[in-house]
């Protein structure tokens, strides 16, 4: 078989991703000869495409999914994607536009048709992007949380909780979106820190010539005001108690008023009280008994109540207002100060604070065994560290804001008889057999009922997800269900932690009274090599596909794994991908390395044993330390093992010692342990690298039709020697530090030395002599009375080793090698020393990721010193 000169990752992954396909390698079904092992893919957004977090939380997913089925179980990974009821409808109401076409001049079943059309012509687009990076999904099972199932059991838990009264309808101040024109849940809104002006107004005391100074930052809703609040004790003001306040512009008498929840230290100490537009304004008002007055309209413009700027942006109004103030003489001063202000986590559009009438989920008691299973260790997160931001938040949950302004999504199965009373029900049908149960209702029918406009929460279908996907909810007893559930482990980000972690949490304790799965491993952010979060708005995130185009899915999944601690956030480099991709090329040069070689049919007695004990030992020593790892979810930390293992232990130092010289062969007993162990270490990195494992499995050997190494077992450690890994660590100590020598001494590697020792031979050099000379290039190793005054020195456990190195050299070539070399660490002393003075990045960078460059840095000035020390032996200054 000619094996290509060149890996070419773009060809063998457009063979093999449709062969595991044809052959559904991927495909699980309950198998009571086998354990089951599930995983649920966080199912991204039919709006969206491929970003970097992706590529991270599927890749390790990948992981963890091909390991388990190399480990003979059924494993099952259910791929999915999440209809996005906020981003869709903005999604399909901005592609509207551009046709001329608005929302508002569509039927609700209109619009909806261009949504179902809008999915089908985009929704799986980032599905086929993950299948790039090689992921093995059971593609069967695709979900959409708008398929029948999923959506039968949303409604169907909608419809128990509301029966058994934990759904509730409530008008209270809630969080809204005045882009998507929708309540928002808290944990939908994002805080930024935004820089912001405090605008101190005057306000006249109502029958005098004097004013009180208030200080807001939102002047545009002075028309709201019903009152002024100043603490009870705050001596400047003991004056103004039961007294009335003027508003500017709209002139309304207002009552001051006092309460202890004032800031006295804040701006002037008095608080201008909006009822419509603030949280704490809102509970003000409720407690003081103050009218409510809604200057904005649902789009954020001025309404019909605030008498001035009807129709006008939000912020437009704010701006005219305080130009406004300013010439009449109200305004005292506008100074500048930071501020959180929440945004919406879909549109990025500042929220306001509404009151409206909505649905809401009491989560208190359902939060409970969500908790208590958490801290009591049945579910575990890794790293553990998020604990303690899940139980602060578990202990200070809020009622859940259910209801959303929208068409697009899952509309809430309540309906509205013509006395106001609701029935929660799956459609009409049911609603009206309900319904006329009571003798009371008897005589209605189906047009007397009117369904609740509004849709649930994206979240409440993915809070059902891990369950709803076996049919749970409604068919709690099929076989799906009672063999895929619980899953196993989720892979996801800690920012929905809440959103979804706590949510799937409570619903698998509420719906089934068991955990939704075991294990919950959080990426972290993805950040580029300055530290910054990545995003397309601040174009420094790459295109994931062309990433793929380049380095081959292997190479970007190494480049994304090297630098993925669980729940630390990743410093992304290109040249990490790179790094994957030259580690593929190894890969693939050690196989044609190997392949290569001629065997020696008549030698039957193995002539490199001592190379193959080492490296079977030191093989079964790294998959005790991969298993472990893996099993701990430190999966960057297996892959670094896995790579150094073959990189250097395999290429770099195995295949070394057992190559045979130009145009010689290889004994027969090498070559078959040499291929085994080869073997070994392709199903070891096929969970990372899948793609070029399959091709060189299939070439390594002769394979019967439909095998794959996605169903090769997984490798199990032997017993191995100790010894000879301490004995082979010593042996490449002394190899490590010759080369050291003939670097420092500019000997090329074409030039043979003599390593000389005054002390007996140890044991562990008479085992790896042969090694030893072959791997430094030592004609000869021999034992001495006393060294030449010329020779160089290491020492190995107490043993003197001697190289006589200055007959080699040639001060000529050597003082503008050593001077060229000089110049070169200076350069990167001067970039690492750049990079560790940068607040920014020592601020963001994990500590390991530090530590890396620190050592670089510290190795460079050792290698700068020791250039200048050798000029200075030969003379230069």
Known sequence: MDISTHYNPCEIEKKWYPYWLDNQFFKATPNPVKSPYTVIMPPPNITGTLHMGHMLNNTIQDVLIRKARMQGKEACWVPGIDHASIATEARVVAALKEKHIQKSDLSRSQFLDHVWAWKKQYGNTILEQVKQLGVSCDWDRLCFTMDDVPSQAVYEVFIRLYEQGYIYQGTRMINWDPASKTALADDEVIY??????????????????????????????????????????????????????IVPIIQRKIPIITD???????????????????????????????????????????????????????????EKVSTRLSKEGQIEKITSYTSNIGFSERTQVVVEPRISKQWFLRIQDIAKPALAHVLDGTINFHPAKFKNMYQQWLENVHDWCISRQLWWGHKIPAFYLPDGKIIAAHDKEEALAKAQANPAYKDLTIADLRQDEDVLDTWFSSWLWPISVFDGINNPHNADMQYFYPTNDVVTAPEIIFFWVARMIMAGYAFTNKPPFKN????????????????KSLGNSPDTMELIRTYGADGVRVGMLLSAPAGNDLLFDEKLCLQGRNFANKLWNAFRLIKGWQIDKERTTATDAVAIDWFQATLNQAIIAIENDLEQFRISNALMVLYNLIWDDFCAAYLEMIKPAYGHTIEGNTYTATVQFLETLLKLLHPFMPFITEEIWHQLAARKTHESIVLAPWPHPMAYDADILKEGETAFALISEVRNIRATSYITLKQGITIETTATFPTWLVKFQAYIQKLCNATTMRLIDHPAPNSVSCNLQGHPFYIDTRQQLDATKEIPQLQKDLLYYQGFIANIRKKLENPQFMAKAPKNIIAIEQQKQADAIEKRQNIEARLKELGVR
Do not use: W
Request: proline share 3%; charged share 25%; net charge negative.
């Open 192 to 245: 930024k820190a935004v820089d912001n002006k405090l605008y101190y107004i005057r306000y006249q005391i109502a029958d005098t010539d004097q004013h009180i100074t208030v200080a807001t930052s939102r002047p545009e809703t002075i028309f709201g005001d019903t009152a002024i609040c100043i603490h009870p004790d705050d001596e400047r003001y003991q004056h103004l108690h039961n007294k009335a306040a």
């Open 260 to 318: 202890t929840y004032v800031d006295k230290a804040f701006g002037t100490g008095c608080l201008k009280v909006t009822p419509a537009h603030s949280m704490s304004d809102y509970e003000l008002g409720q407690k003081h008994q103050l009218a409510v007055i809604d200057v904005l309209n649902e789009d954020g413009t001025m309404s019909p109540d605030a008498q001035h700027y009807v129709g006008e942006d939000r912020f437009v109004v704010r």
């Open 520 to 535: 919950v491993y959080f990426t972290g952010i993805v950040r580029d090599k300055e530290g910054k979060k990545m995003s």
